[in-house]
């Protein structure tokens, strides 16, 4: 096999000393995704490769989540360890022990969820019902009894902000920023025991009582936090994608929230497994701090090139969208520049491995068309061609499509009978596309068309090669055969890496100048 062209004298070059390629990569599988890849993974150090902001759409969304977790947190076992005693006049001083509580049901009737400006959201509950029950122990004097008691609140309402952040290495961290619930309306009975003397006192606890569920639902919704926090620690922050590649996605500092939304900045650089590194060239596009406009239904929408600055009536409720997302093109970049340094964009292609209707085989009959010494020289053998990229792609984002621009070498071998593998001639081939993502369904895909093609001779141990002749061929064998196969596996998308039972809604893709701007709604089905 063939490794990488290097300056040789081709015309006494011998055939034992030809090099040889010892890679067919797994990252060659993202190739046709090259242009695609902003869409879903992002790439920067200083600058953020991907910008998000979730409009107040999305916090209906949050909302249900949020009481799902609120619900899930206290509707439980809790350990109360509450002690107390009261003075009853006549009977005497009346201590009392509640161990644990066990919440049954919680309603909650009326909850909105806002942004809280520089902090993170903010949960108002309004009209709440809370069921309970627990077991309790009590001394009168030299009577003991114990015996279990219903509780019954139903006008809660609780206030609860989440703080949200970053804790300096990429992950996202919450705290409570801030919590108090308030509930006058509670109504108990007892059980068991002397129950009904209880039921007579019942008035006289109820204000002890009261205040101590109020402060008990804070302190466990508290917890409930701190364990989401303690489990954020453990998230990954980047992921391998193959033997090649690997994507960092960590934040790149505290979200930042007003009373309209909340940024995101992601760090997201794909690259090299093992070897950290940033590309040495084309510093990221700095995305602006505002929000973009509000995005109509209908598409194809004409956006202004740079984000406009947000205003009070820019985003319309009836038209936002929960997430939109501002991804540079940077991604693309950092991904063609991770392949190309680990000699991943490297192909060997056979005689066997054309279609049967390509315009020329790979032969020394059919390639001697080309160059005619060929022929003489070797007969009809079989022959192998080694692609690999002499230079790392270059990428760009235009409101029109994506460009790219490719740059290949081309070395073409005969095949003996004994295997050898004899050099005759090397190109260079270099190719314009474009290309076009969508999102179905959550998987990301697209369509690429070639624009452009250009092959040059560099060496040739066979004499001249008709290049142009060549390009002619090549180009109509690509437009009939290689494109159509391309966007066939395009079409077909590879899954977006979202998490389990995240689905994207009526996701819209918009290219801009330098950046691509995504426009998303989301579901959540558990």
Same mark, same amino acid.
């Given at each position: ?20 390629y @010892? ?27 991907i910008?998000?902001? %979730?409009?107040?759409?999305? %916090? ?14 206290? @509707? ?26 066990h ?20 949960l ?14 009590a ?16 006008d ?21 920023a ?13 059980h068991r ?18 205040? @101590? ?29 193959d ?36 590309? +040495? ?37 009836? @038209? ?11 991604v ?13 964009l ?102 690429? +068309? ?39 596996? %395009? ?10 039972? %995240? ?24």
């Amino acid at each position: 096999m063939v490794g990488p062209a290097v300056p040789v004298m081709w015309d006494t070059l011998p055939a034992s000393h030809a090099f040889r390629y @010892q890679h067919r990569p797994r990252g060659v599988a993202w190739l046709c995704l090259l242009l695609l890849l902003p869409v879903c993974v992002p790439a920067t150090v200083t600058n953020p490769g991907i910008k998000a902001w %979730l409009t107040r759409s999305s %916090l209906e969304f949050g909302r249900r989540f949020g009481l799902e977790l609120f619900q899930s947190t206290l @509707q439980k076992e809790h350990e109360l360890n509450l002690t107390g005693s009261y003075n009853i006049p006549l009977l005497g001083n009346l201590t009392y022990a509640v161990p644990r509580i066990h919440i049954h049901e919680l309603q909650m009737n009326d909850s909105t969820l806002d942004f809280a400006e520089d902090v993170g959201v903010r949960l108002m509950v309004q009209r709440a019902q809370i069921q309970l029950s627990a077991d309790w122990a009590a001394q009168l004097g030299a009577i003991q009894d114990s015996g279990s008691v219903e509780l019954r609140m139903q006008d809660l309402a609780v206030a609860a902000v989440l703080g949200v952040s970053e804790d300096g290495g990429g992950r996202p961290t919450v705290w409570s920023a801030g919590c108090d619930t308030h509930g006058t309306d509670l109504h108990m009975e007892f059980h068991r025991g002397y129950s009904w003397i209880y039921n007579l006192l019942a008035p006289l606890l109820q204000r002890t009582l009261r205040q @101590q569920l109020n402060k008990q639902l804070c302190l466990e919704l508290q917890r409930g936090i701190d364990k989401l926090d303690a489990a954020l620690k453990h998230i990954k922050v980047s992921t391998q994608l193959d033997a090649f590649a690997a994507i960092d996605y960590s934040l790149l500092g505290p979200p930042a929230f007003t009373a309209e939304h909340g940024d995101i900045a992601l760090k997201g650089e794909i690259f090299r497994v093992g070897m950290y590194q940033q590309r +040495r060239s084309a510093l990221p596009v700095a995305l602006p701090m505002a929000l973009p406009m509000a995005l109509p239904m209908s598409l194809p929408v004409a956006l202004p090139t740079a984000l406009p600055t947000l205003t009070p009536k820019a985003l319309p409720m009836a @038209q936002e969208p929960m997430l939109l997302m501002a991804v540079t093109e940077f991604v693309a970049n950092s991904a063609t520049f991770t392949y190309f340094t680990a000699g991943a964009l490297r192909r060997n292609i056979s005689s066997d491995m054309l279609p049967q209707r390509f315009p020329f085989q790979l032969r020394t009959k059919s390639m001697g068309v080309f160059s005619p010494q060929l022929q003489e020289r070797y007969g009809d053998q079989p022959m192998e061609l080694h692609l690999w990229a002499r230079r790392q792609p270059l990428l760009s984002c235009h409101p029109d499509a994506l460009h790219g621009t490719l740059f290949s070498s081309a070395e073409a071998f005969v095949v003996l009978p004994n295997t050898t593998r004899v050099p005759v001639f090397l190109l260079n081939i270099d190719a314009n596309v474009t290309g076009k993502p969508t999102i179905t369904r959550n998987r990301l895909g697209g369509t690429v +068309r070639l624009t452009g093609l250009s092959v040059t001779q560099v060496a040739s141990n066979v004499g001249p090669v008709e290049v142009k002749r060549l390009e002619t061929l090549l180009k109509f064998g690509l437009w009939l055969f290689g494109v159509p196969r391309a966007n066939k596996w %395009l079409q077909a998308g590879i899954p977006l890496p979202l998490p389990h039972g %995240l689905s994207l809604l009526r996701p819209r893709v918009l290219l801009q100048e330098d950046f691509i701007l995504i426009a998303t709604d989301l579901q959540y089905e558990p």
